[in-house]
């Protein structure tokens, strides 16, 4: 670009990435300050912000395969139905066929793994629309979930109930209720895996070779092509990232709820998808951050959070906040872009 | 007699016929009485027709009339609104609340049933007014504008009417997804004729197809050749939410009530897999309105062929998902091309044996 123009507005200076992740941070600290100052009651005690995070562990988690995929250009609705079909099957193996935890585990990477590989060939090498793919994917996942069982039931196996009920407590964020008794905050283990996972994937997506092509496919496929890279292997790795992160997140989900059900998880990959653009993911691809992505899941947590507190109770004021809040971002986002690309002309 | 394969095989309407012939294989295996209509009377006393083609024209239509309005909304913008079962619940609260007068049982009518009607087509027509500006003047991918309806779409319906289910008194209210007296033919299908002729009207009559097409092949342009691609989109998604008014009314017709989260669940799958079982494609551009007619009926023959093999229906998802893979497999430019390369050459073949 003109390097001696030193009238460049100040969308240009920043890049899209960092513009869009800026507004995310700036955005979750007002909400979450403004809870504390306006609402206070739970939001002043820490245990407040962990279970948001135990909540969304799952969220979290699926949020970044669903960055990855959208950084690379494509889409991926089949989460949901991934994650509820991997909680079914787990529940089922553990108390209907005498199953144990190692092998739960693995029937739900083995699930994620194989919708990956199905809709990644289908997206990558057969060029069909992902996002018909992973509709037809979700509906797939939803409908066998209760081809699997089709009443929902809670597991009553010993080893997974120790697991499930396991506790991380964190020092010297506790507080001390009214009768004096001093409560530990504390994380389910599954907050711990999804944390390791965003660190992981952030440094996958900023520092490797792999991660880096995703952004650049998602960029501008041409000139990814005439880059040298296999673009088409690309595309494939994101969808097979994502499902398998799917089928991970299944897990977690399963581990925080301890049952399984047809309905489960009804809706998330709406909220992975808000929580990805919420985050400064851009829908044309090419543009995203995976720390700007947990941002995305703790800010649309919250606002779920404030909006119960405030009385608006009824499940529908939910469906309809967050749907406010994704138009909202992707306004923001079509505009900020347009704007840009007038500021580079 | 000499068929051309390459011809047969791009022929738009190959896979439909052959998806019926199928299907129509199938029962006749199956079970033949499948194709058996009977004359008898219902319960309000009426002979009317039943049987299982019976359901699949019935059911069918409103499927079909969706189709009408997702063609359109696919060749234009290249994408699907997939908020089409969510603004069928829109519309439909909002018809009970002005024929019910925001009571939950009232004893009369508190407004006439064509203004009741209007409201839905109104409330409809500005679903598409909000998903088409997000995908028309935003440029947001039209599946993604439309997610935003289709998570809150339930909500705001039950919003409406206070989450009450208002029940309509009058029984005239039920002809519309029901039968007329006196006739034995299912009301739908004539409302679904109707719509199919004021469509075909309008695609012979205006430039509105032509011009469709020409920005779902090419928008740039299609904008040098002076159309506004702009409301060229948006008009397709305004008459899609007219389509789903009058779908609305059948799906709430057939209760005289409504249930929010139910109503017209998965719908939208249903209205695409039409319009890609129609052989349009699914990316924008050319488009044959017969084709996904034809489509929706075939895929409620698909669903009254599964119910019929005493498929769950919270299972049935799962294999219309491979049914919609198997479509889309076929009609991914990449296998056509290897599919034309192939029979091309065993036609090389044969003229060398020659």
């Given at each position: 670009?003109?390097?001696?123009?030193?009238?460049?507005?100040?969308?240009?200076?920043v890049?899209?990435?960092?513009?869009?992740?800026?507004?995310?941070?700036?955005?979750?600290?007002?909400?979450?300050?403004?809870?504390?100052?306006?609402?206070?009651?739970a939001?002043?005690?820490?245990?407040?912000?962990?279970?948001i995070?135990?909540?969304?562990?799952?969220?979290?988690?699926?949020?970044?395969?669903?960055?990855i995929?959208?950084?690379?250009?494509?889409?991926?609705?089949?989460?949901?139905?991934?994650?509820?079909?991997?909680?079914m099957?787990?529940?089922?193996?553990?108390d209907?066929?005498?199953?144990?935890?190692?092998?739960?585990?693995?029937?739900?990477?083995?699930?994620?793994?194989?919708?990956?590989?199905v809709?990644?060939?289908?997206?990558?090498?057969?060029?069909?629309?992902?996002?018909?793919v992973?509709?037809?994917?979700?509906?797939?996942?939803?409908?066998?979930?209760?081809?699997?069982?089709?009443?929902?039931?809670?597991?009553?196996?010993?080893?997974?109930?120790?697991?499930?009920?396991?506790?991380?407590?964190?020092?010297?964020?506790?507080?001390?209720?009214?009768?004096?008794?001093y409560v530990?905050?504390?994380?389910?283990?599954?907050?711990?895996?999804a944390?390791?996972?965003?660190i992981?994937?952030?440094?996958?997506?900023?520092?490797?070779?792999?991660?880096?092509?995703?952004?650049?496919?998602?960029?501008?496929?041409?000139?990814?092509?005439?880059?040298?890279?296999?673009?088409?292997?690309?595309?494939?790795?994101?969808?097979?990232?994502?499902s398998?992160?799917?089928?991970?997140?299944?897990?977690?989900?399963?581990?925080?709820?301890?049952?399984?059900?047809?309905?489960h998880?009804?809706?998330?990959?709406?909220?992975?998808?808000?929580s990805?653009?919420?985050?400064g993911?851009?829908?044309?691809?090419?543009?995203?951050?995976?720390?700007?992505?947990?941002?995305?899941?703790?800010?649309?947590?919250?606002?779920?959070?404030i909006?119960?507190?405030?009385?608006?109770?009824?499940?529908?004021?939910?469906?309809?906040?967050?749907?406010?809040?994704?138009?909202?971002?992707?306004?923001?986002?079509?505009?900020?872009?347009?704007?840009k690309?007038?500021?580079?002309? | 007699?000499?068929?051309?394969?390459?011809?047969?095989?791009?022929?738009?309407?190959?896979?439909?016929?052959?998806?019926?012939v199928?299907?129509?294989?199938?029962?006749l295996?199956?079970?033949?009485?499948?194709?058996?209509?009977?004359?008898?009377?219902?319960?309000?006393?009426?002979?009317?027709?039943?049987?299982?083609?019976?359901?699949?024209?019935?059911?069918?239509?409103?499927?079909?009339?969706l189709?009408?309005?997702?063609?359109?909304?696919?060749?234009?913008?290249?994408?699907?609104?997939?908020?089409?079962?969510?603004?069928?619940?829109?519309?439909?609260?909002?018809?009970?609340?002005?024929?019910?007068?925001?009571?939950?049982?009232?004893?009369?009518?508190?407004?006439?049933?064509?203004?009741?009607?209007?409201?839905?087509?109104?409330?409809?027509?500005?679903?598409?007014?909000?998903?088409?500006l997000?995908?028309?003047i935003?440029?947001?991918?039209?599946?993604?504008?439309?997610?935003?309806?289709?998570?809150?779409?339930?909500?705001?319906?039950?919003?409406?009417?206070?989450?009450?289910?208002?029940?309509?008194?009058?029984?005239?209210?039920?002809?519309?997804?029901?039968?007329?007296?006196?006739?034995?033919?299912?009301?739908t299908?004539f409302?679904?004729?109707?719509?199919?002729?004021?469509?075909a009207?309008?695609?012979?009559?205006?430039?509105?197809?032509?011009?469709?097409?020409?920005?779902?092949?090419?928008?740039?342009?299609?904008?040098?050749?002076?159309?506004?691609?702009?409301?060229?989109?948006?008009?397709?998604?305004?008459?899609?939410?007219?389509?789903?008014?009058?779908?609305?009314?059948?799906?709430?017709?057939?209760?005289?009530?409504?249930?929010?989260?139910v109503?017209?669940k998965?719908?939208?799958?249903?209205?695409?897999?039409?319009?890609?079982?129609?052989?349009?494609?699914?990316?924008?551009?050319?488009?044959?309105?017969w084709?996904?007619?034809?489509?929706?009926?075939?895929?409620?023959?698909?669903t009254?062929?599964?119910?019929?093999?005493?498929?769950?229906?919270?299972?049935?998802?799962?294999?219309?998902?491979?049914?919609?893979?198997?479509?889309?497999?076929?009609?991914?430019?990449?296998?056509?091309?290897?599919?034309?390369?192939?029979?091309?050459?065993?036609?090389?073949?044969?003229?060398?044996?020659?």
């Amino acid at each position: 670009m003109n390097q001696e123009n030193k009238k460049q507005s100040i969308f240009t200076k920043v890049s899209d990435t960092n513009l869009l992740l800026v507004i995310t941070i700036v955005i979750f600290f007002v909400m979450y300050i403004g809870a504390i100052l306006f609402q206070g009651g739970a939001f002043t005690k820490p245990q407040m912000f962990f279970n948001i995070l135990n909540a969304n562990a799952a969220l979290i988690i699926t949020s970044c395969g669903m960055s990855i995929v959208m950084i690379s250009g494509g889409i991926d609705i089949s989460v949901g139905g991934v994650v509820a079909l991997v909680s079914m099957c787990c529940a089922v193996h553990l108390d209907m066929h005498g199953g144990n935890i190692f092998t739960s585990m693995l029937i739900a990477l083995g699930i994620g793994l194989a919708f990956g590989l199905v809709q990644g060939f289908l997206v990558a090498y057969l060029d069909i629309q992902p996002f018909i793919v992973s509709l037809a994917g979700m509906f797939f996942a939803r409908g066998m979930t209760t081809i699997v069982n089709t009443k929902p039931f809670n597991v009553e196996n010993a080893a997974f109930k120790a697991l499930m009920e396991t506790r991380i407590y964190i020092p010297g964020m506790g507080t001390v209720n009214k009768k004096g008794i001093y409560v530990p905050a504390y994380v389910e283990p599954g907050v711990l895996v999804a944390l390791a996972l965003v660190i992981v994937l952030f440094i996958v997506l900023r520092w490797t070779k792999t991660g880096r092509s995703f952004y650049a496919v998602g960029g501008n496929r041409q000139s990814a092509l005439m880059l040298g890279i296999n673009v088409k292997r690309t595309r494939f790795i994101s969808h097979v990232i994502c499902s398998s992160l799917a089928g991970i997140a299944g897990y977690v989900y399963f581990l925080h709820v301890g049952s399984g059900s047809a309905s489960h998880a009804l809706g998330m990959e709406m909220n992975a998808i808000a929580s990805s653009i919420i985050g400064g993911t851009m829908l044309s691809g090419g543009v995203g951050n995976i720390a700007g992505t947990l941002f995305g899941v703790l800010s649309l947590s919250t606002i779920q959070n404030i909006v119960s507190n405030a009385g608006l109770d009824q499940a529908w004021w939910t469906g309809i906040t967050i749907a406010a809040m994704l138009c909202l971002f992707l306004v923001i986002q079509s505009v900020v872009m347009a704007q840009k690309k007038r500021a580079l002309k | 007699m000499k068929i051309d394969i390459k011809k047969l095989l791009s022929n738009q309407l190959l896979i439909p016929i052959t998806a019926l012939v199928i299907l129509c294989l199938v029962n006749l295996v199956n079970d033949a009485s499948f194709f058996t209509i009977k004359l008898a009377p219902n319960n309000e006393g009426y002979n009317v027709f039943s049987g299982p083609l019976i359901t699949i024209l019935d059911y069918g239509s409103e499927l079909a009339i969706l189709a009408i309005g997702m063609t359109l909304v696919t060749a234009a913008s290249g994408g699907q609104d997939i908020s089409v079962g969510a603004t069928i619940a829109i519309a439909g609260s909002a018809m009970l609340r002005v024929l019910c007068g925001g009571v939950s049982k009232p004893e009369a009518l508190a407004a006439p049933i064509i203004v009741g009607f209007l409201v839905a087509c109104i409330v409809g027509m500005l679903c598409g007014v909000f998903n088409g500006l997000l995908v028309s003047i935003f440029r947001i991918q039209p599946m993604i504008a439309t997610l935003i309806l289709f998570t809150a779409g339930r909500s705001i319906a039950a919003w409406i009417n206070n989450n009450e289910l208002p029940i309509v008194p009058d029984p005239k209210f039920k002809y519309f997804g029901g039968f007329i007296p006196g006739i034995p033919i299912p009301t739908t299908t004539f409302i679904a004729i109707a719509c199919i002729v004021v469509a075909a009207l309008l695609l012979k009559f205006t430039n509105l197809g032509l011009y469709t097409q020409a920005v779902g092949i090419n928008e740039s342009s299609s904008r040098l050749n002076g159309i506004n691609p702009t409301f060229i989109k948006f008009l397709s998604f305004v008459i899609l939410g007219l389509c789903v008014a009058v779908a609305a009314l059948i799906k709430v017709s057939r209760l005289a009530t409504i249930n929010y989260s139910v109503i017209a669940k998965d719908i939208e799958m249903d209205a695409i897999l039409a319009v890609a079982l129609g052989g349009n494609a699914l990316s924008g551009g050319k488009f044959n309105m017969w084709g996904s007619i034809l489509g929706a009926y075939i895929i409620q023959f698909l669903t009254t062929t599964l119910y019929k093999f005493q498929v769950d229906a919270a299972a049935l998802p799962a294999y219309k998902a491979v049914v919609v893979i198997i479509l889309v497999v076929f009609s991914s430019p990449v296998v056509r091309e290897k599919l034309s390369a192939l029979s091309s050459k065993k036609k090389a073949a044969a003229k060398g044996v020659a």
